[in-house]
């Protein structure tokens, strides 16, 4: 392609991922309601973008493919006919196709006769066919001839044409424009020789500018049949005005009978446009260095490969780099934050223009605007950190289409209801839900919701539904993914847990720690295995990947109506709200997430038992106490737990008591890894700078959990 | 002076390497996201900085870009503007449809930048 075009490659691909969404979105639509002409134009503007843009970009193949689509589109977006079940199929698989043809092109990866796509290319032309013969609806020869390796054409014979054009006087008026014609031609073949007669041109006088008086002779060399030189000037051409006469294709090139023109500069394809011209220097294309190199002796061909090779995947590394170190921001945000440093800005220049003349009667004045400043500071990191903020649709989105082709799987009717997909998270959260979602939503098809018979029986409707639903609490997001099924069932997983030697029969256990197990690796109850799910292998990694985002799964069920799963998730990995809390001299910080409450106990609350160690009994349930000062080997104010403050913290449904000094207060802090800048340490999720400059650590409260069972074991 | 080019089209990649194309070739360039934008921002552009010529795509969303023409040809102002249409579409329906309208010229995606610009300078106003 002319021009550097390069740097607009990310805007294509961002653009592109966007135009998929829409298409695929777009397409669930469509099979609720087909008539949606809304829609349908609007899928039909995404995959056309994709088609013109792509080629600009050498995505030929892309851009072939998404041409095929639209040609199916088209007859529907004018209600030719409707979109069939089959079709929205065929559209769907031709979305998945279409978006795998971009990622190979965001790879660098050349996909050329690739199976898939030439099955569906056929498929979508023989639905075309199927559907209803649409009259004039071939597609355009310019989009394949326009593309740098164009798809071999029907007919093998190369075969030469003399084109005689003489278009009718008023072909300016009708804004055609010839030249475009020509090029048109020349990209069906070679275009060998191209004449203008300019006999018919009046006397200056006489002349009429508007009108045309010219005609052309051109000689073309092509494969292409001669239908597809009409098609170019199908517009252009009224009968008459054009004679396509097929020359002999073995003799050597005949010259138009017409004279040649007296200027010869007249020729309407210029030397640049000539697609020759391509053609010629394709060839002539300097040695590339390892050419040179290998011809020189200084490097083995093998060694030149493997060279190139490295090249290659450096260049995509990357690649794939560049894409993700970018993101898109609404311009509103923006614009709200320059808002803001101009406030910060104002209360600076105040600031500094009292200390300037600062006299101790002032103080209420500095006061006052060193709160100001702390608000500005405040509005502003909340306003940054909306930056890095995604509306959770963007994981969502892709739901409608799972459930869609499992419910077809699993041979059940479900619904999807989505709400709160406006709902912001970080982006590096949004990233980290989508495969845990996705595996909670496949287990709800599998095994949540029960199958059409069983449901009659029960008395509930035929369709199962699903529920998933995004909202804010208390600083934190939830997630709930919520079906009407058969719920769990405690006395299976039970069985279950003691056949795998998890529990004994003896246990008792809580309704919460049963329906923990099944967060168990390696536990399942399915009792055959589908390619749904029932492997196993899942729940735990759903467990483990809510974990790593600071984030909580939780199970609520009744048995034979409902399974919900909650996740609660921070809104942002980089800033918790912590509780300070202080042991001796030094300050430690708990995430405010895993607190689920602060005692001071009374001397009799706390007890030792064999084998369990100490533990303090709060309401009936015993919990085991860590004592902070024993884990960092300090010197503590107090070392009984009566004097002292017992904190009660949750994490992965155990609890753990831990006992401090005094609790200083709750402020949000910023996460630093002590990992990345020391080595990890047991017990320490991290470091944070608090307000007096001091380094002040974060307890990691799952550590804590697992040094309180050390020597203790406890079932689950 | 240069010369002031009004590129429309709804997606952001194309309307940049349009403009990026013309740019290059030392054209001043405006842009507009589909018909209504482009009217908009016409009628900002009255009193000074008038696109001399105007380049639109036809598949967008609130106004497409036969609409637009047809809007076009009815101001005063801009009446004369040449207008080319840059489009994928290349049926002899929509061309004609494109004529009917008023459009100046017909061209086609994948664009060939070099024919833009030869085109444009051919319809550029002297």
Not at chain 1, 525 to 533: C, G, H, M, N
Not at chain 1, 617 to 637: C, K, S, T, W
Not at chain 1, 644 to 662: F, N, P, S
């Amino acid at each position: 392609m002319n021009g550097d075009y390069s740097k607009f490659l990310q805007t294509f691909f961002e653009e592109v991922t966007e135009h998929l969404s829409v298409l695929e979105s777009g397409l669930l639509t469509l099979e609720q309601n087909p008539d949606d002409v809304e829609v349908l134009n609007r899928i039909f503007r995404s995959v056309h973008t994709i088609k013109g843009a792509g080629p600009m970009f050498g995505f030929t193949a892309m851009s072939r493919f998404a041409h095929k689509v639209e040609t199916l589109l088209d007859p529907l977006r004018n209600r030719k006919f409707s979109a069939t079940r089959q079709i929205i199929d065929l559209l769907l698989e031709s979305a998945d196709c279409l978006n795998m043809l971009v990622v190979a092109a965001k790879n660098g990866t050349v996909i050329d006769e690739n199976k898939t796509v030439l099955d569906l290319e056929a498929r979508l032309e023989t639905c075309m066919t199927v559907t209803a013969p649409v009259p004039g609806q071939k597609p355009a020869p310019s989009q394949s001839a326009a593309a740098p390796a164009p798809p071999a054409p029907v007919t093998s014979a190369r075969q030469t044409y003399q084109i005689n054009w003489t278009p009718g006087e008023d072909l300016f008026q009708r804004g055609l424009n010839p030249l475009k014609l020509f090029e048109e031609i020349g990209r069906l073949g070679t275009v060998t020789s191209c004449v203008l007669a300019t006999s018919h041109l009046p006397d200056l006088a006489d002349l009429d500018p508007e009108r045309c008086y010219l005609s052309w002779t051109c000689t073309l060399e092509t494969d292409y049949p001669r239908e597809d030189i009409e098609s170019v000037f199908e517009f252009a051409a009224s009968p008459g005005e054009l004679t396509i006469t097929a020359l002999s294709s073995s003799s050597p090139v005949a010259q138009p009978t017409q004279e040649p023109d007296p200027e010869p500069a007249h020729s309407v394809i210029d030397e640049e446009d000539d697609p020759r011209l391509a053609a010629v220097f394709f060839g002539q294309k300097p040695d590339s260095l390892g050419a040179i190199l290998v011809e020189q002796k200084s490097v083995t061909p093998a060694q030149l490969a493997k060279a190139l090779d490295r090249q290659e995947t450096i260049r995509a590394e990357s690649k794939e780099h560049k894409a993700e170190a970018s993101m898109r921001v609404d311009t509103e945000k923006v614009d709200k934050l320059v808002n803001l440093v101009g406030e910060l800005a104002i209360t600076q220049s105040m600031l500094s223009a009292l200390g300037g003349h600062f006299e101790i009667k002032y103080l209420p004045i500095l006061q006052e605007r060193l709160l100001q400043l702390e608000r500005n500071t405040q509005e502003i990191q909340e306003r940054v950190m909306g930056i890095r903020m995604l509306p959770i649709s963007t994981v969502f989105n892709r739901f409608p289409r799972l459930v869609r082709d499992l419910s077809a799987k699993v041979g059940k009717n479900i619904q999807l209801l989505i709400s709160g997909e406006e709902t912001e998270l970080d982006r590096s959260v949004i990233e980290s839900i989508g495969d845990p979602l996705t595996h909670l939503l496949r287990n709800a098809c599998a095994h949540g919701l029960e199958p059409p018979e069983e449901r009659v029986a029960a008395g509930k409707p035929e369709q199962g539904t699903i529920r998933l639903n995004a909202f804010h609490e208390g600083g934190k997001i939830c997630i709930t993914v919520e079906d009407d099924g058969r719920g769990l069932n405690r006395d299976k997983i039970l069985a279950k847990a003691i056949e795998q030697r998890i529990i004994t029969g003896n246990d008792t256990l809580s309704d919460d720690q049963v329906w923990a197990l099944i967060f168990r690796p390696g536990f399942s109850t399915a009792e055959k295995l589908t390619d749904v799910s029932g492997r196993g292998v899942g729940m735990d990694v759903v467990k483990r990947n809510i974990e790593a985002l600071n984030g909580i799964v939780s199970i609520k069920t009744v048995t034979g109506r409902r399974t919900i799963f909650t996740l609660k998730l921070p809104l942002t990995l980089a800033i918790i709200e912590g509780m300070t809390i202080r042991v001796g001299e030094d300050t430690y910080i708990v995430p405010l997430l895993s607190i689920l409450e602060s005692i001071q106990p009374k001397a009799d609350m706390v007890q030792n038992f064999i084998g369990k160690g100490e533990v303090v009994n709060v309401r009936g349930a015993f919990y085991p106490i860590v004592r902070l000062y024993e884990v960092f080997d300090l010197q503590p104010e107090h070392k009984n737990p009566a004097e002292a403050i017992l904190l009660i913290l949750e994490t992965e449904g155990e609890r753990v008591v831990v006992m401090v000094d005094e609790i200083v207060g709750q402020q949000q802090v910023v996460i630093k890894s002590i990992e990345e800048n020391f080595r990890k340490v047991d017990g320490v999720a991290g470091a944070t700078i608090l307000g007096d400059g001091t380094v002040g650590l974060i307890l990691d409260v799952r550590g804590l959990v697992k040094l309180a069972r050390q020597g203790q074991e406890i079932a689950v | 002076m240069s010369r002031v080019i009004l590129v429309v089209d709804d997606s952001p990649t194309m309307r940049g390497m349009v403009s990026h194309a013309l740019n290059e070739a030392g054209f001043e360039t405006k842009e507009a996201e589909n018909g209504k934008d482009a009217l908009i921002k016409l009628t900002t552009m009255m009193g000074e900085g008038k696109p001399d010529v105007i380049v639109t795509d036809v598949n967008m969303p609130e106004m497409d870009g036969i609409e637009l023409v047809k809007e076009i040809r009815k101001l005063s102002a801009f009446k004369h503007v040449p207008v080319l249409v840059l489009t994928t579409d290349n049926t002899d329906e929509k061309k004609e449809v494109g004529r009917a309208a008023g459009a100046t010229g017909w061209l086609v995606k994948p664009f060939d930048s070099e024919l833009i610009l030869k085109v444009i300078r051919k319809v550029l106003p002297q």
